[in-house]
């Protein structure tokens, strides 16, 4: 299990400052979610801790290794979107078993790995089937399938679940706490969903305006809100 280390990250874009020199540790195995209000840079410091951003100054270390000029391809990260972009004319198999086919896997590897990866997500009985005869859930499950079979030391999550209904993100908290149990892998995961961030997450880290407000359990944040905004985000009641 790996950590994941910032180490007072700053980024402009131009002269527009949005991060603006976040410490933080990410423990190995944890479930970290990231909340705060559209624009304060949750997603910029996703796309740092991947790589697909650089910092301005500050550093980036996963498993302790200094990874802050490192390309994506290098961390052992897989990042799961909003908009789970799946290929139209490929089945579910092929979607998930995409990366590792780029790679030039051995066949009979990608078919192992992808019936592996299909039974953690309950998709086998839909493995042949192309992404439109799915539903929104079992989409993003195959988006997710993508990430796993990769085995990554870290997933990233960028909002996965707002685009589904109500009903069906409540389901899909449930399957990704216990995909996040069975992997034991390090998960962050961001939303601007404060029932997302109080029932899944190991640690909360709250941001306003590239800045990190106060990072703690559940708990910790609901009873000890270090200030209004926190007590507002979080919906406690002080
Ligand atoms: P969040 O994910 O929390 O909604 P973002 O990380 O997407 O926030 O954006 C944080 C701030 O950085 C916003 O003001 C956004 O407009 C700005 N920003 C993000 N990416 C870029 C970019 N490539 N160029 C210029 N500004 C950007
Ligand atoms: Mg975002």
């Known amino acids: 299990m790996t950590s994941v280390v910032l180490e007072s990250v700053r980024k402009s874009f131009g002269s527009l400052e949005v991060m603006k020199g976040v410490d ?7 479930f970290c979610v990231f909340v705060g209000p559209s624009g304060c840079g949750k997603s910029t410091l996703l796309r740092i801790i991947s790589g697909l951003e650089t910092t301005t100054s500050g550093q980036v270390f996963i498993d302790g290794k200094d990874v802050t000029d490192a390309e994506p391809s290098e961390r052992g990260i897989a990042m799961v979107f909003q908009s789970y972009a799946l290929y139209p004319h490929l089945t579910v198999a092929e979607n998930i078993g995409f990366g590792l086919s780029l790679a030039r896997r051995p066949k009979a590897e990608i078919a192992e790995k992808v ?8 998709l086998s009985h839909l493995l042949d089937r192309k992404p439109k005869a799915l539903s929104g859930g079992q989409r993003q499950r195959v988006a997710i399938g993508r990430a796993i079979i990769r085995n990554p030391k870290v997933f990233l999550f960028d909002e996965p679940l707002s685009n589904l209904d109500a009903s069906l993100r409540s389901q899909m908290r449930i399957e990704l706490t216990e995909l996040h149990a069975k992997l034991g892998a390090t998960m962050i995961y961001v939303t601007h969903d404060q029932v997302e961030a ?3 997450a190991d640690k909360i880290v709250v941001l306003n305006g590239g800045q990190i407000e106060q990072v703690g359990t559940p708990m910790a944040l609901y009873n000890n809100p270090a200030s209004p905004f ?9």
């Open 24 to 30: 933080l540790t990410v423990e190995p195995g944890e």
């Open 115 to 122: 019936k592996q990866t299909a039974d953690i997500l309950q």
């Open 198 to 200: 109080m029932t899944m």
């Open 230 to 238: 926190v007590a507002g985000f979080i919906g406690s009641p002080k």
